[in-house]
């Protein structure tokens, strides 16, 4: 079945610095992929989601790249902030299962001051 | 706009016994999705209901049990609770499902239901 590995588990960037999580995918018929963000004691949000007919998308520092012949995509956070330090969960659609999400394990950002 | 709703916040039970969670969606939201998570193993799908039907369940034992009622409101019961069963059990809805098929259906989370069984 579908399966989303996500990389790295942890990640330690200084402020000001970028930083990029990666998910890779085994569902070559995957079509949506969203990133959420949960911080501590909250549930996770919304940050950037891409359909499979885009490459890239962007919303101010955060960035989502899609490449669907390696079957990977990734998160692209630019000056980072103390305030996106979270952890951050990939998601790919499962399309023989009408479209349920499979989630990757999660990355833990922590950003140093 | 209220977000999504989750009752009780926190929770503790012993070992065989069952719990009731609570979730009400955003309004106007007919898709609640129910999702267990625990350090390290990340977000486990329980199951989704759309419109009181259940479409989609994930793979846990049958004393994981869920339902819709006609307002969208949801709960999830687990009976003989177990010491595995601690986690967070987190609700999420959308105006639409399934996912991806537009922003109608973003999910949307609540802040959980933090569960401990001793």
């Known amino acids: 079945g579908e399966n989303v590995e996500q990389h790295p588990s942890t990640l330690s960037v200084q402020e000001g610095d970028s930083a990029v999580i990666k998910c890779t995918y085994s569902?070559?018929?995957?079509?949506?992929f969203p990133w959420y963000k949960q911080e501590l004691g909250k549930g996770p949000q919304l940050i950037i989601d891409?359909?499979?007919n885009v490459g890239e998308k962007k919303d101010q520092r955060i960035a989502v790249t899609l490449n669907k012949t390696a079957k990977h995509f990734s998160l692209h956070i630019t000056e980072t902030q103390p305030e996106d330090s979270a952890v951050y969960f990939c998601?790919?659609?499962?399309?023989?299962?009408?479209?349920?999400?499979?989630w990757g394990a999660g990355t833990k950002l922590i950003i140093k001051p | 706009k209220a977000g999504v709703t989750q009752t009780p916040r926190y929770l503790i039970k012993t070992r065989g016994q069952q719990v009731t969670l609570s979730c009400s969606p955003i309004?106007?939201?007919?898709?609640v999705s129910w999702y267990q998570q625990t350090p390290g193993q990340g977000l486990q799908f329980l199951f989704e209901?759309?419109?009181?039907?259940?479409?989609n369940k994930g793979n846990f034992p049958g004393r994981f049990s869920g339902r819709q009622f006609s307002n969208s409101r949801s709960e999830m019961n687990v009976s003989t609770l177990e010491l595995g069963d601690s986690a967070l059990y987190l609700c999420?809805?959308?105006?639409?499902?399934?996912?991806?098929?537009?922003?109608?259906?973003?999910?949307?989370f609540g802040e959980g239901s933090w569960l401990t069984v001793v």
């Open positions: 569902d070559s018929a995957s079509n949506y």
């Open positions: 998601a790919a659609s499962r399309v023989d299962s009408n479209y349920q999400l499979i």
């Open positions: 891409i359909r499979s």
């Open positions: 309004s106007g939201h007919r898709s």
């Open positions: 209901y759309f419109s009181e039907t259940q479409r």
């Open positions: 999420a809805s959308s105006r639409t499902s399934p996912p991806g098929q537009g922003p109608q259906s973003t999910i949307y």
